[in-house]
């Protein structure tokens, strides 16, 4: 139980808050709250692939490890629509972002300090054209869930998230995700 004159002392500051004009409130809040790096990923999966299924994986510099099709939102955009657009850039597999569903968790906090919100996509994997550019990313292929490629830190520990690769089991499920 909070003690009166402490509930009345905040319920004060609210109220003064609230007088002040919006940009001065976005301002303090930016000041106040931890700020986060946002990223969109997508888990693609191969349509055709027999269980326990393919993901979309790709190479990138320095290239020792495999990650998944992912970067940093762009100011204002949608996650949804980074997705996508990082999909494309990063493999040229183009889907509509309305073909990208939420995964479970859809968003994943890391301790680091960033933000992936995370959607999943299914193309069968015969007829999807994957395309890279050689800089950004040395490769993309499918690879089979029960034998995974060496993943970067990160892309493991995220994978684990949904119950995929080395660290499957080790991360909790969030309260109320698929299983």
């Known amino acids: 139980m909070i003690p009166r004159s402490r509930a009345t002392g905040r319920a004060f500051a609210y109220q003064l808050f609230y007088r002040l004009p919006v940009p001065l409130r ?8 931890p700020k986060y ?25 320095p290239g020792h490890s495999w990650t998944l099709p992912a970067g940093l939102l762009q100011r204002g955009e949608a ?5 996508a657009r990082e999909l494309f850039e990063e493999s040229g597999v183009r889907l ?8 479970v ?3 994943v906090v890391h301790p680091k300090g960033w933000v992936d919100v995370v959607f999943e996509a299914e193309v069968p ?4 054209e994957l395309k890279v550019d050689g800089a950004e990313v040395f490769e993309a292929a499918w690879h089979p869930l029960d034998d995974l490629p ?3 830190r990160a892309t493991a520990n995220l994978l684990g998230y949904y119950g995929i690769g080395p660290r499957a089991g080790e991360v909790p499920p969030p309260a109320g995700a698929r299983s």
């Not at 994997?125 to 999807?128: A, E, F, H, I």
């Open 26 to 33: 976005r301002r303090l809040v930016r000041l106040a709250v």
């Open 37 to 61: 790096i946002v990223g969109a990923v997508t888990l693609v999966r191969d349509a055709e692939a027999a269980a326990p299924g393919r993901l979309l994986l790709l190479r990138q510099p």
């Open 79 to 83: 996650p949804v629509v980074g997705a």
């Open 96 to 103: 509509a972002p309305e073909r990208l569903r939420p995964a």
């Open 105 to 107: 968790p859809n968003a």
């Open 125 to 128: 994997g015969s007829t999807t």
């Open 150 to 152: 060496r993943l970067s």
